[in-house]
C-alpha cells in the first residue's frame, strides 16, 4: 500500500521528524522508530539502500547528517521510493535554499507542511517540484497575511 | 516565530537530559497557566503555544493539555491560526481517538467550503488520520469533490488519494457498479499531478478486487504510450530527464493485476511499451537519473513476467536480470536477486536459463550485506530442484560453517525442507540432516529434528538401520555433542538401536554407556528423553535390565519435576501386573501421518516473527509434484489412529509442534500413561501423539458424526451433503465485499455449521466446533462453476485478540470438487469484532475475490453463567459505565421466552436467569467470556444483559454489560439482529 510512514534521523539516532500513514499503537511506533534506527545507523556507506523489516521493507538514504527512512511493503517498487525520498530532499533544498539540519529542526513545522504537498495516504501527490513549490509559496503567503512572519533568522552551520 | 525559535535554542543548548526535561517541564506549566488564565489569547500567541507543545511531542515528553486551544485553532477564520490546528492533529491524532468526534464537523465544515486552501487543509488531515468515523461521515463529501467537473486540479488530487485512504478503512465505499466508470474516466485527465493521484487510487481498488474495473487496463497502457512512445508531457513533470518516473510504474503495476491481454491492439499497445523500455534504458553516471530508470525497467520486468510466455520481452529480461546480479551497484544487484526469485516462481519454465547462473549466485551467498546475502539464499532456495539438490545443499552446508547468526536459522530450516523434498535417496536426507544437527547446535529448530524422526519411523528398516548407525557413529565421534544431537541419537536408538545391536561395538549396553555418558551433564528435557530410550532398549534386551532398572531408581528423586515423574513412572510399570500394557507402551511408535512438514510451516512462522532481524520469506518452495515422489508413504491403514485417541480439544492446544511420541517436552510421560487407560482395553496402537497441531484431526473428528465431510475429490455429489445437510438457504453474493453481517453470518451466530457464503462459482461452507477458550473451524469450498480455481488462496484479517492456526490449502479447485481448510482458534482476550476471510482465485473469468465476515463472533467462547439476582448486580454494578444500549422494535411483542431461549441460551450459550427482573415481560441474561489464562466465571468475564420490553409499543432495550466494549457492542447488535422486526 505505498509508504507505511516517514522517519528523519540524525547520526546520532535523534529524531527529526515522523509521520505515519497506517495506524500504528503508539507502542508499536516507537519500537518500530528504536528498531530500525539501530539497524539502519549500522549500516556501511556502499551496501545496498534496502533492508527487510519484518514483513516490510525500509528504503533509506543518508544525506550529509540525516538519514531519510520510508517503510514500505515487499511489493513496492524500491528504487523509486528512493526517488521519492531524493524527491523530498530536492524540494525541501529549494525552499530552504541549501537545506541542513538545522532548518528541519527550526522549521519542524514548514518540513511537515512540505511533506503534506507531496506525499499524503502513503502515496506520491505530485511529482512535480515546481507545482509544491508553488503552492507552499502560496500557503507562506496566507500564513504572513495574518500576521505571520517566515523564521529567518535560523540559518547556521553545522 | 521568535519565541519558539528562541525555545527550540533553549533545548537545544542544554547541556544534559536532566536540564532539558526542566526546561520542558518550566514551558508547560507556563504554557498551561496562559491557555487557563488567558481566556482572549490572540491567535499568534495560541499558535505560539501549539507549536511549542508539538515540539516537546516530537522530542517524545507525554501532553496531556492544549487540546481544547488546538481545537478552537482549527475552527478558526483564519488560515494562518487554522493551519496550525490542523498540523496539531496531524501529529496528536490518530484513529479511534475520541477527540474525533469533537473535530469532525469543523473538518466537515473546511470540506465542503468554498474556500480551496481550507479544503486542503481537511482533505490533508482525513488523509493524516483515517479512520471509521471519518470514511463513514466524509467519504460522500470526499467522492464528490473528486468527480466533480469544477474541482480544481490541486484539490482533485488530494481528494483522489484521501478516497484511497478511506477505501482502505472500508472497502465497501467504492463499489463498482457505482464509481468505476466516473473515477477510471478520470485517468483520461491530461494533469499529471491529478493522473498520478487517481492511478494509486485505482491501484488501491485493484488490489482488493479488480472485478469491474476492467477498463484500468487499455486507459493504463494508453496513458503509457503518450509516455513513453509519442513523449507528450509538460517539462515540468520530467525528473532527471524521464518522463515523471511515478506515473509509469504506476500503469505498469496496474497491468499486473490482469489477465494477460487478449485484444490485440492492446496486446499490441503494452508489447511496444515495454519493447522500448526494456531495450531502452541505459546505464547513467547519474545516480538519481540511473534509479529513476531502472525503477521503470525493474517495473517492466515485472510485468514481463506477470505476462509470462505471452510476452516477446522475456527473454531479454532474462538477459538482463543476469547482467543484474553481478553489477557493482548494490541496489541493482539486490534487485536482480530478488527479481530472479519471482521469475522463477512464476515462470518456472525459465529455470533452465537460469541456472546458467548458479554459479553467480551461490558467491552473493558470501556478499558483505546482509539485505543481499538474504536475497540470495531466497533465490537459491527458490531455484533449487530434483537436478540440483545435491549441489545446491553441499554449498548451502558448506556457507552455514561461515554463516552469520542472522542467517543461519533461516539457512538450516532451508537446507532441511530442500533436502527433503528433492531428496533421490531418503539416506543422503539423514545425513544431511545429521550434518546440521551436529555443525550449526543452537541453529537448528526442533521441528527439524522431529521431523527426521518422523521420516525415518515411516520408512522401511533399511533407512532405520542406516540412521541408527548414522547417529552412534557422529555420537562416537563428538566430545562434547551438542543437545539436539544427544536427543536425535537418544531417539532414533531408543526406537531402532535393535537394527543395529548385533554388529560389534554397538551392542545394546554400549549403546546405553554410550548416552549415560552424555546424560550427566544434559538438561532436564534431554535426560527426560534418554530415559524413554533406555527403558525401550530394556524392554527388547533383558541383559541391560537389571542396568536400566539402577538408573530409574536413581532418579526416581530427581529434583526435574519431568524427570522425576517419568523415572517413577517406569518403575511402576515393570511391576509383574502390568507386564501385558508395558508390551504395548513399549513397543515401536506407529507411523506419523503425513502431514505438511512441520519445518515447512516453521520456516514460515518465523518469517512472521517479532525479531527485527528475522528474514522474510516470500518465495515458496517449488514443485509440489516433486514433493510427493520424495515424501515417504503414508502410514498403513491399519495403523491409522482412531479419532477419539487424538484427544478432544482440551488436551491439544494449538502448541506449534509437540515433540513426536513419547520424546522430549514436558507432559509427555503423562500422556503416555494417560493414553493408556483410553486404549489399553481394546489393546489398540500406543497413544499417537501427532507431530503437529492436531489441526488435520477436525475432519476426522467431525465426519463422525456429519456424515463424510471429508472431501474426498470429485464425485460431484451436492456440495450442502457433504456440510452435514441442514444449511439454510443462502442469497447469491450476500456475504460478498464484507459490508454489514450477511443473513448467513448471522445464521451462522446461532449455529455451528451452515453456509458461509454462496455465488454462481463458489460455495464456501463452514463447520465449529468449541470448547472453552479453544475452537477449531473447517471451511469448505466448493466449485460450483465448469472451470477450476487456480491460485486459491486465503487470507484472514488480523485480530489480536485470537490467535488463528491455520492448515494449508491446495492451490487448485477443481469443477464439481471441494477442499476444506482447518483453522484452530485460541481466545486470548475479549474482543468484539472476529476476523475476516479474504478469498482470492484466479477463475473462468479472471481474478476474484470474495470478503466475508468469519462466523468466529464472541458468544462462540461464551459459556451460560447461572447465579441469584444478588451476584447478576453486583456484578452489573461492576461494569458501571461500561454498557451498552440498544433500542429496537420487536419481531413478536411481547418477547416470548422460547424465543429468548433460542437466540441467548441456544445461540449465545448464556442462562436466562428467572425471577431476577420482577416483571416477566423483562430477561436478564448472564455468560461469561472463557480466554485463555482467564478464571472461569470470574466477575471481569462475566458477559451481562437485560432485556426490557416495552410490549404495547412493541419495543425492546437490549443493555449490555462486559468489561470489553467492543465485545458489549458485538453482543448487543447479534441480540438485536435476531429480534427486532426486520
Not at chain 1, 541549501?98 to 518540513?111: G, R, S, T, Y
Not at chain 2, 474541482?151 to 482502505?168: D, E, I, P
Not at chain 2, 542472522?406 to 528433492?422: C, G, T
Amino acid at each position: 500500500m505505498g509508504i507505511h510512514f516517514v522517519l528523519l534521523i540524525s547520526r546520532q539516532g535523534k529524531v527529526r521528524l515522523t509521520k505515519w500513514y497506517s495506524a500504528m499503537p503508539s507502542k508499536e511506533r516507537a519500537r518500530a522508530v528504536r528498531e530500525v534506527s539501530a539497524v539502519v545507523l549500522s549500516r556501511q556507506q556502499k551496501q545496498c539502500n534496502f533492508l527487510e523489516y519484518k514483513d516490510k521493507k525500509i528504503i533509506y538514504k543518508r544525506y550529509a547528517s540525516l538519514y531519510f527512512l520510508a517503510c514500505v511493503d515487499e511489493e513496492d517498487n524500491e528504487l523509486i521510493v528512493l526517488e521519492t525520498i531524493h524527491h523530498f530532499v530536492e524540494v525541501l533544498d529549494r525552499y530552504f535554499g541549501n537545506v541542513c539540519e538545522l532548518d528541519l529542526i527550526f522549521n519542524f513545522h514548514k518540513a511537515y507542511h512540505i511533506l503534506d504537498e507531496l506525499l499524503i495516504a502513503g502515496e506520491l501527490q505530485e511529482p512535480s517540484k515546481k507545482a509544491i513549490l508553488r503552492v507552499t509559496a502560496a500557503q507562506d503567503a496566507l500564513m504572513e497575511g495574518s500576521g505571520d512572519s517566515k523564521v529567518s533568522d535560523s540559518k547556521y552551520e553545522i | 516565530m521568535r519565541g519558539l525559535t528562541v525555545f527550540i535554542s533553549d533545548l537545544r543548548n542544554c547541556s544534559s537530559k536532566e536540564q532539558e526535561e526542566k526546561r520542558v517541564e518550566k514551558e508547560m506549566a507556563h504554557i498551561r497557566s496562559k491557555f487557563t488564565s488567558d481566556s482572549n489569547m490572540n491567535g499568534y500567541n495560541r499558535k505560539k503555544y501549539v507549536w511549542k507543545i508539538l515540539y516537546m511531542y516530537m522530542l517524545g515528553y507525554e501532553v496531556d493539555f492544549g487540546h481544547m486551544e488546538a481545537v478552537n485553532l482549527l475552527s478558526s477564520q483564519k488560515y494562518s491560526e487554522k493551519s496550525v490546528g490542523y498540523a496539531w492533529c496531524a501529529l496528536m491524532l490518530r484513529e479511534g481517538d475520541e477527540l474525533l468526534r469533537l473535530i469532525i464537523n469543523s473538518i466537515r465544515v473546511d470540506l465542503i467550503s468554498r474556500n480551496d486552501n481550507a479544503v486542503c487543509l481537511a482533505l490533508n488531515s482525513i488523509c493524516n488520520v483515517g479512520g471509521k468515523e471519518f470514511a463513514e461521515t466524509l467519504s460522500n463529501d470526499v467522492l464528490k469533490l473528486l468527480t466533480h467537473n469544477i474541482t480544481k486540479t490541486y484539490v482533485r488530487k488530494k481528494a483522489a488519494l484521501t478516497a484511497l485512504r478511506l477505501f482502505r478503512k472500508s472497502n465497501d465505499t467504492l463499489p463498482a457498479e457505482q464509481w468505476a466508470d466516473r473515477i477510471l474516466a478520470l485517468l483520461d485527465e491530461k494533469n499529471i499531478g491529478v493522473l498520478t493521484s487517481v492511478t494509486s487510487l485505482v491501484l488501491g481498488v485493484l488490489a482488493v478486487d479488480s472485478a469491474g474495473w476492467e477498463a484500468a487496463a487499455p486507459k493504463a497502457a494508453r496513458t503509457l504510450t503518450r509516455l513513453v512512445l509519442n513523449k507528450d508531457y509538460s517539462n515540468d513533470y520530467l525528473y532527471y530527464g524521464i518522463p515523471t518516473p511515478w506515473l509509469q510504474i504506476k500503469l505498469l503495476k496496474v497491468l499486473q493485476h490482469f489477465p494477460p491481454p487478449e485484444e490485440h491492439a492492446l496486446k499490441l499497445r503494452v508489447s511496444e511499451v515495454l519493447q522500448r523500455i526494456v531495450s531502452g534504458t541505459e546505464v547513467t553516471k547519474n545516480v538519481n537519473k540511473n534509479n529513476a530508470t531502472h525503477a521503470v525497467l525493474f517495473e517492466a520486468i515485472n510485468l514481463s513476467i506477470h505476462l509470462g510466455q505471452s510476452s516477446e520481452t522475456l527473454p531479454q529480461c532474462i538477459n538482463l536480470l543476469g547482467r543484474f546480479i553481478s553489477i557493482r551497484e548494490a541496489n541493482i544487484r539486490y534487485l536482480g536477486l530478488d527479481t530472479m526469485a519471482r521469475l522463477s516462481q512464476e515462470q518456472p519454465h525459465t529455470l533452465d536459463d537460469l541456472k546458467k547462473h548458479q554459479s553467480t549466485i551461490l558467491f552473493s551467498l558470501k556478499d558483505p550485506d546482509i539485505s543481499i546475502r538474504r536475497r540470495a539464499l531466497d533465490l537459491v532456495y527458490a531455484m533449487c530442484d530434483t537436478a540440483t539438490v545435491k549441489e545446491t545443499v553441499s554449498e548451502l552446508l558448506n556457507y552455514l560453517d561461515n554463516a552469520d547468526d542472522h542467517i543461519k536459522e533461516e539457512l538450516v530450516l532451508k537446507i532441511a525442507i530442500l533436502s527433503e523434498r528433492f531428496a533421490s535417496d531418503n539416506s543422503w536426507y539423514v545425513d544431511v540432516v545429521l550434518q546440521l544437527v551436529r555443525s550449526a547446535g543452537d541453529q537448528v529448530a526442533d521441528e527439524v529434528w522431529y521431523r527426521i524422526v518422523q521420516i525415518v519411523t515411516n520408512q522401511g528398516e533399511d533407512l532405520q538401520r542406516y540412521a541408527a548407525q548414522g547417529v552412534w557413529t557422529i555420537l562416537n565421534a563428538e566430545v562434547l555433542p551438542h543437545k539436539n544431537l544427544v536427543k536425535v541419537a537418544g531417539y532414533v536408538l531408543g526406537e531402532f538401536g535393535h537394527t543395529i545391536a548385533e554388529s560389534p561395538g554397538s551392542s545394546p549396553s554400549e549403546q546405553i554407556t554410550l548416552l549415560h555418558k552424555h546424560f550427566r551433564n544434559a538438561d532436564p528435557d534431554v535426560r527426560a528423553l534418554l530415559l524413554n530410550t533406555y527403558v525401550k532398549i530394556a524392554h527388547t534386551y533383558a541383559e541391560v535390565a537389571q542396568m536400566v532398572s539402577e538408573v530409574m531408581q536413581q532418579h526416581s528423586a530427581a529434583m526435574d519435576q519431568e524427570v522425576q515423574q517419568r523415572a517413577a513412572e517406569y518403575i511402576s510399570l515393570s511391576a509383574p501386573s502390568l507386564a501385558s500394557i508395558k508390551g504395548t507402551v513399549l513397543e515401536m511408535m506407529p507411523h506419523f501421518t503425513e502431514r505438511e512438514s512441520i519445518v515447512s510451516k516453521a520456516l514460515a512462522s518465523k518469517s512472521k516473527g517479532d525479531d527485527p532481524e528475522a528474514p522474510t520469506r516470500r518465495v515458496e518452495p517449488r514443485a509440489e509434484a516433486a514433493h510427493a515422489e520424495a515424501a515417504p508413504p503414508p502410514p498403513p491403514p491399519s495403523r491409522q489412529e482412531t479419532p477419539d485417541l487424538l484427544g478432544g480439544l482440551a488436551d491439544e492446544p494449538a502448541a506449534p509442534a509437540p515433540p513426536p511420541g513419547g520424546g522430549g517436552g514436558a507432559g509427555s510421560a503423562a500422556d503416555l500413561l494417560g493414553g493408556l487407560d483410553l486404549g489399553g482395553g481394546g489393546g489398540a496402537a500406543p497413544p499417537p501423539a501427532a507431530p503437529s497441531s492436531g489441526a488435520d484431526d477436525l475432519l476426522g473428528l467431525m465426519g463422525g458424526g456429519g456424515g463424510g465431510a471429508a472431501p474426498s475429490g470429485g464425485g460431484g455429489g451436492d456440495l450442502l451433503d457433504a456440510l452435514g445437510g441442514g444449511a439454510p438457504a443462502a442469497p447469491a453474493g450476500g456475504a460478498a465485499a464484507g459490508g454489514g453481517p450477511s443473513p448467513q453470518w448471522l445464521a451462522l451466530c446461532m449455529r455451528n455449521d451452515g453456509v458461509l457464503f454462496e455465488d454462481a462459482t463458489l460455495q464456501i461452507g463452514v463447520k465449529m466446533e468449541f470448547n472453552g477458550h479453544q475452537g477449531r473451524m473447517a471451511l469448505f469450498f466448493g466449485n460450483k462453476g465448469q472451470f477450476p480455481l487456480q491460485q486459491l488462496a486465503t487470507v484472514l484479517s488480523p485480530c489480536p485478540q485470537l490467535a488463528i492456526q491455520v492448515s494449508p490449502l491446495p492451490s487448485t479447485l477443481q469443477p464439481r470438487q471441494q477442499l476444506s481448510q482447518n483453522f484452530l482458534i485460541e481466545c486470548n482476550a475479549p474482543f468484539g469484532d472476529g476476523p475476516q476471510v479474504k478469498v482470492s482465485f484466479m477463475g473462468g473469468s479472471g481474478p476474484a475475490q470474495i470478503v466475508a465476515r468469519l462466523p468466529l463472533n464472541p458468544s462462540k467462547f461464551f459459556a451460560p453463567l447461572v447465579t441469584d439476582g444478588g451476584d447478576f448486580f453486583r456484578r452489573w454494578k461492576l461494569f458501571e459505565g461500561k454498557e451498552l444500549q440498544k433500542i429496537f422494535k420487536l419481531k413478536t411483542a411481547p418477547l416470548a421466552e422460547p424465543e429468548v431461549e433460542r437466540v441467548c441460551a441456544g445461540g449465545m450459550k448464556m442462562a436466562v436467569l428467572r425471577g431476577v427482573d420482577p416483571n416477566t415481560a423483562n430477561y436478564v441474561v448472564a455468560g461469561w467470556m472463557a480466554v485463555k489464562g482467564g478464571a472461569p466465571q470470574s466477575d471481569t468475564a462475566s458477559v451481562l444483559m437485560r432485556l426490557e420490553v416495552n410490549a404495547a409499543a412493541g419495543m425492546c432495550r437490549a443493555s449490555v454489560r462486559a468489561s470489553d466494549a467492543g465485545l458489549a457492542t458485538a453482543v448487543a447488535q447479534i441480540v438485536q439482529s435476531h429480534l427486532a422486526a426486520p
